[in-house]
């Protein structure tokens, strides 16, 4: 298994602000992940995360609004910019094992904007 | 886009029942994950299936693959307080390079007191 580590773990921002979560796995890992969780919703998927190349996103997201960034096999940030009510959420980084194809989940990020 | 069907939405069950809850879904799927998630807390890993017709035990809880490999079920047996949460499934394919998964909409397990 593989242990993720995320921060932080929650935050009440400011409307129009940026804020960027940090997530560490504890060996290396190909492939990240990271999803938003509204409230009483399911997991979506923001975008893919590989190291040494650019992240891949999802219909509905956009660089410009989660930008992210992978500069080695155990760390990958996520930025949410210009944040309005709307981004209001759980963000969950989580990585894919090398057997098995399981996936982990860090503890969230819980961000508030007010 | 593909999707999973999971049912029951929720369940009120009493302490010590057993529960049933299953994913269902048009594809066929090469794993099914089973997820716990507590109120604030990121989902948890409870059991990996990885191979048509397996039946795999984590304690209490009992999860299978599908023969047909577009469906798994999740028992929990005497269920205790603890157990209380949001169960997903999540299922992967060989159709995305990128191994995503598609998940349910998640089982919301609460016991009478």
């Known amino acids: 298994s593989a242990v993720i580590s995320q921060k932080p773990s929650r935050d009440i921002c400011q409307r129009g602000t940026s804020l960027t979560i940090q997530c560490q796995v504890d060996?290396?890992?190909?492939?990240m992940f990271w999803y938003r969780q509204q409230p009483g919703q399911s997991l979506t998927l923001i975008a893919t995360?590989?190291?040494?190349?650019?992240?891949?996103?999802e219909s509905g997201f956009v660089i410009d609004k989660f930008p992210i960034s992978r500069p080695n096999l155990t760390f990958s940030t996520l930025t949410v910019s210009n944040m309005s009510p709307e981004d209001s959420s759980i963000y969950l980084c989580?990585?894919?094992?090398?057997?098995?194809?399981?996936?982990?989940f860090g503890e969230g990020s819980w961000l508030t904007v007010v | 886009g593909q999707q999973l069907n999971q049912s029951p939405q929720s369940m009120f069950i009493q302490e010590g029942e057993d529960v049933s809850m299953n994913c269902t879904s048009s594809?066929?799927?090469?794993?099914w994950l089973w997820y716990k998630q507590d109120p604030g807390e990121g989902p948890v890993l409870l059991i990996a299936?990885?191979?048509a017709g397996e039946l795999t035990s984590n304690g209490r809880l009992t999860a299978q693959f599908g023969i047909t490999r577009k469906d798994s079920f999740l028992n929990i047996s005497a269920s205790i307080p603890s157990d209380v949460g949001i169960y997903f499934c999540?299922?992967?394919?060989?159709?995305?390079?990128?191994?995503?998964?598609?998940w349910g909409a998640g089982t919301k397990l609460i016991i009478k007191p």
């Open positions: 989580s990585a894919r094992t090398g057997a098995g194809n399981t996936i982990y």
């Open positions: 060996s290396q890992v190909t492939m």
């Open positions: 995360a590989n190291q040494g190349s650019e992240a891949t996103y």
């Open positions: 594809s066929i799927f090469n794993t």
């Open positions: 299936l990885y191979k």
């Open positions: 999540a299922g992967q394919g060989l159709w995305d390079s990128n191994y995503q998964l598609i």
